[in-house]
């Protein structure tokens, strides 16, 4: 990929998550953010192709390893803390024990 | 092309749909919870896609899946066990740190490739190779340690770890953070110029950039932050697509950028700031006691717990305005059985929510659904603003600033302009607080010099409970 697409590809992404995000409701904002910061941590993925890449180099292998687990740390607490959040918003209203 | 080529693209442009989609479904309540999954399910798809590349193409070392099984397990495992165990009130916390953690991984990949350039790899993976190349490096190692240090920071103060050292509220911070910022504009050029060891001068210098940006910012401002933060975040993963010459992480990121940006212009709207007043200004109570002064109160009316409930059994309408103070007390289950007590009696409840109660918006909403209330019974600010005229009883339970007639009337006070709940319609307003303390922006607050306004002195969660007891004795949803 050219630089020049890659930019196109950075504006077009830019502008999709404005579009996207401009219609939640306020109660669904810190759900949202959460679940954003979630997939902020796709760097996972540059993660593991410096993992795959990094060619039998130990101290790179290191870095990508832990630079995996805090994106991994990101992502998969992200995700579970949106859902135990979200869980609580689709509780049936009014269904007493 | 190839046929993992095409595999790879066609895997990238359905996790990038996926994504689109699953952040789209995060704006309905109804759709949220599957579109969190779906947005789950198309990183896992991600990787999948990334894996089968590598396998497809250059194949993978062992010594690699080691490293990579050994990432995956720890990182998932500590991410998974605090997501379970974190109690709902740290909300805002916990997304600090995990943001924070999204950063350091950017910072380390792009550290990573800048210190050790890969031979013999086909696409730009040689350091310094490209002015490109350099650049979204260091791009990336700047937003990365910016986020990283920034988010600590915010995590450490809103648990009480830090607080605000006094020389940050001078003007010494600024010249403070601006000789970290021209440090880091020299780094920046000196590493374009082809000077690798000051990549670590990068590194330090805008570590302490994050810090000292973050370390002012008053408790009350730090979602605002946070949520800057997280814009942050996105872009430190787009600058490192740009590193690893990766389109999906390029749009993944920038979305996040732009979603991070959108919730920052919307807190400021509803605590009345400006983005630049929040990052500059300083936390508000240090401005606002030089500029406008505290003033006294000069007519509280107080009242016992028990004229509170014999006030509300005779109430038709009632409306509770959560706070903060109520989640920090752990009350908001308590609060639940009082006003169980009164439905039962026919009394009819809302809860009215400010934009920004509990600190972050949509926090509050969290926490009561926590304790059980129906969804249908919270109301935005705009919907039940015109119902407090026709409203017998106003509860607020650690709410202040939010419900302070200053901001409406008077036009010299920090907080004019700020949309409020307007309270001081109701019939009576019962205010369960602690003491006679400022709120966040360490204001007076007039309503509690009104004469339909009594205060009820005590801790939220043992006023409640008091609350129960007389409503009981007084027979209230007993039938």
Known sequence: MSFISLLWVLLLGSLLGLELIGKVPPTLHTPLMSGANAISGITMLAALTLIVKADGNVPLLIIGSVSLGFALFNVVGGFFVTDRMLAMFSRKPLNKK | MNLPVIIKFVIDLLAVLLLA??????????????????????????????????????????????????GSIIGSLFGAILAKKVPMTSMPETVALFNGCGGMSSLLVALGVAIFPISGSPENFDFFKSLINEVSISVSIFVGAITFTGSIVAMAKLQ?????????????RHFVNIVFAVASLIAFFDLINGNTSSIWLLVIVSSLLGIGVTLPIGGADMPVVISLLNSYSGIAAAAAGFVVDSQLLIVAGAMVGAAGLILTQVMCKGMNRSLVSVLFGGSLSAQSTASSGSGEYTNITSCSVEECALTLEA????????????????????????????????????????????????????????????????????????????????????????????????????????????????????????????????????????????MVFGDAKKVLNDLIGELKDLGVGEK
């Not at chain 2, 009350?331 to 809860?351: C, D, F, P, S, W």
Request: glycine share 8%.
């Open chain 2, 160 to 172: 009480g770890w830090l607080s605000t050292p006094g020389w940050t509220q001078s003007k010494v």
């Open chain 2, 21 to 70: 989609l699953g952040i789209k479904g995060l704006s309905k309540v109804k759709s949220a919870r599957d579109a969190n999954r779906l947005a789950a399910f198309a990183m896992s798809l991600s990787v999948v896609g990334l894996l089968s590349y590598y396998l497809g193409t250059s194949g993978i070392a062992i010594q690699s899946w080691i490293w990579i099984i050994i």
């Open chain 2, 315 to 454: 109430a038709n309408k009632v409306i509770i305005v959560p706070g903060y103070g109520l989640a920090v007390a752990q009350a908001q289950h308590t609060l639940r059985e009082v006003t169980k007590k009164l439905e039962q009696n026919g009394i009819e409840v809302v809860y009215a929510i400010h934009p920004v109660a509990g600190r972050m918006p949509g926090h509050m909403n969290v926490l009561l659904a926590e304790a059980d209330v129906p969804y249908e019974q919270l109301k935005e600010m705009d919907v039940v603003n015109p119902d407090f005229p026709a409203t017998d009883v106003v509860l607020v339970l650690g709410a202040n600033d939010v419900v302070n007639p200053q901001a409406k009337n008077d036009s010299s006070s920090p907080l004019y302009g700020m949309p409020v709940l307007d309270v001081q319609e109701a019939r009576t307003v019962f205010v369960i607080k602690r003491g006679m303390s400022a709120g966040y922006s360490g204001i007076k607050n007039d309503l509690f010099d009104l004469p339909n306004t009594s």
